[in-house]
């Protein structure tokens, strides 16, 4: 197991590659993600594994049923940003989907 730390913040500079549209492939969600700098996406958010050394990882941006969900259950994080979700009810995503959510 590692830890996380999370930094959140604004991008600025317009969008970057690979935002909008509809949900990604290797979360599973198929309903329409909100735009960045609105709603769930209002933030951006980063992890890191060491703060000082670390390399950070932009976390993926959401759609409002990951929130719902992830609301609903409770899961012990490995440090695999990779690793799969397994849970009841059923969470649509990895382990980088419910740490943004």
Request: aromatic letters at 10%.
């Amino acid at each position: 197991m590692k830890d996380y730390y999370i930094a959140e913040g604004v991008v600025e500079g317009g969008e970057e590659e690979g935002d909008g549209g509809e949900g990604e492939d290797d979360g599973k969600v198929k309903e329409a993600i909100e735009e960045k700098g609105t709603g769930v996406n209002k933030y951006t958010y980063f992890v890191a594994n060491d703060a000082i050394s670390g390399e950070w990882t932009k976390l993926p941006d959401l759609a409002p049923s990951q929130i719902e969900s992830a609301r609903l259950i409770k899961v012990c994080l490995t440090g695999d940003l990779d690793k799969k979700i397994y849970s009841n009810p059923f969470f649509y995503g990895q382990e980088k989907h419910y740490l943004r959510a």
